[in-house]
């Protein structure tokens, strides 16, 4: 089972607006395995490539998250605006994702991990942008964290904290955390954490 290339024409772009991200359409014509094809109009936001990373302190079992505020969760009938999340921003261009890693986490935990080992990678939402997200787990001193991070030029403000890695994950069993990419990042913790160790010694080693 894996994903692979479609039989499309694709024509485009148009663009629709330019906002915070660009918004462009396309027209395209799918074929189908059975000979038919289908014609589609398809609007999408240009998301690109970013980063997310779960700051993790192996010495006393803690995960790193932040809380910021987001408009989306706002205005969801719960009211879920300040948002437990991880680490997670834009890869500039040019710029090398595992770098781009470490400049997130210094920006929005106020802490630099002193290794990062990649986890996962995923496309959040593909029927509305083509963001790509690439997941690393950050080693980093939890006892080192600021109040307050974020890079204040894009008028960004975190708070970051830390919690129990066992805490962590039963907030996301009973549902009081709803972003996508700490469920993921958390899940995959929970699914690798007996050989976490194991991982983190072989990087520091191909580091070395």
């Given at each position: 089972?894996?994903d692979r ?7 485009g772009?148009?663009?629709l607006a330019?906002?915070f991200?660009?918004?462009?359409r396309?027209?395209l014509?799918?074929h189908h395995?059975?000979?038919t094809s ?6 999408i936001v240009?998301?690109?490539r970013?980063?997310?990373v ?17 408009l989306?969760a706002?205005?969801?009938p ?9 680490v ?5 261009a040019?710029?090398?994702p595992?770098?781009?890693?470490v400049?997130?986490?210094i920006e929005?935990?106020?802490v630099?991990p002193?290794l990062?080992l990649?986890?996962?990678s995923?496309?959040?939402t ?8 690439l997941?690393?787990l950050g ?6 964290l600021?109040?307050?991070?974020g ?10 904290f830390a919690v129990p ?5 039963a907030?996301?069993a009973?549902?009081r ?5 700490l ?10 954490r ?7 010694a072989?990087?520091q080693?191909?580091?070395?």
């Open positions: 089972m894996e290339p479609a039989r499309v024409d694709v024509e772009p148009e663009l330019e906002g991200r660009p918004y462009e396309y027209r014509v799918l395995d059975d000979g289908d014609a589609q109009v398809r609007d240009r998301g690109g970013v980063v997310g779960l700051g993790y302190d192996p010495g006393r079992d803690l995960v790193v998250l932040i809380r910021q505020f987001r989306t706002h205005l969801l719960e009211r879920r605006g300040e948002m437990v999340e991880i997670a921003g834009l890869v500039e040019g710029e090398d595992e770098a781009a890693a400049r997130e986490c929005e935990t106020g630099e002193r990062v990649p986890m996962l995923f496309t959040p593909p029927g509305v942008t083509d963001e790509f997200a997941m690393y080693i980093l001193d939890a006892g080192a600021p109040a307050r991070a890079a204040r030029a894009e008028t960004e403000m975190t708070q970051p890695v066992d805490e962590a994950l907030a996301i009973q549902g955390c709803i972003n996508g990419f469920i993921l990042a958390l899940q995959w913790l929970a699914l690798n007996a050989r976490l160790p194991q991982l983190i072989a990087a080693e191909e580091r070395s």
